[in-house]
Every structure is written in structure tokens, then in C-alpha cells.
């Protein structure tokens, strides 16, 4: 298999999120068909990386999902922010991001 590489010797990154939509039921769902689409599109190849954003609270399904089924996706948040801690309503750390 021959993966793609652009001028700067980067795989091309296909992204997107879901803003506020879908709780961790559907997002689990939704992000199967999702993954069974690029399979049917063979972007798993390796010429294109996948990658989903999905809010903080669906995250732990998608690392779920992704991880048991294989998914040819990545994943990570939606929103970082410049804080570690601290008393930063609805904000989320790197050091939460990164568990």
C-alpha cells in the first residue's frame, strides 16, 4: 500500500464535529456509519486520514467504539482550553483531553 503524501510529505486530514448533537448513544451509532461510509469510499487506505470531534460528554463512546471495532478514524475535542485547571466553567484541559 502506497500512502499519499502532499508537497510538505503530509497525509491529507479529513475532519469534522457534531457542535451539540447527539448524545452518546446516537454518537456511538452515528459514528458507525460514518466509519462503514469511508470504508465503502476507501479512504481507510491510508491516503487520507479520518479524524471526528465530537463534544467532551461523547468522547469515552467514541474511544470506545473506535478502539473495540477498529474504526479507521481519529478522534479528539472539540474545544482545548489554555488552562490545566482551575475554576473554568465549562472549559476542557489538554490533561482531560489527554486521558
Do not use: C
Not at 30 to 55: C, H, Q, T, W, Y
Request: glycine share 10%; proline share 6%.
Amino acid at each position: 500500500m502506497t500512502t499519499f503524501r502532499n508537497s510538505e510529505g503530509r497525509v491529507p486530514l479529513i475532519a469534522g464535529n457534531w457542535k451539540m448533537n447527539l448524545d452518546h448513544h446516537q454518537a456511538a451509532e452515528s459514528l458507525r456509519m460514518f466509519a462503514a461510509s469511508i470504508d465503502g469510499a476507501r479512504l481507510k487506505s491510508g491516503n487520507v486520514e479520518v479524524a471526528i470531534f465530537p463534544p467532551f460528554t461523547d468522547l469515552p463512546a467514541v474511544q470506545h467504539a473506535v478502539g473495540t471495532e477498529a474504526l479507521p478514524l481519529s478522534y479528539g475535542g472539540q474545544d482545548l482550553s489554555p488552562f490545566d485547571a482551575g475554576a473554568h466553567t465549562g472549559d476542557i484541559s489538554g490533561l482531560f483531553l489527554a486521558r
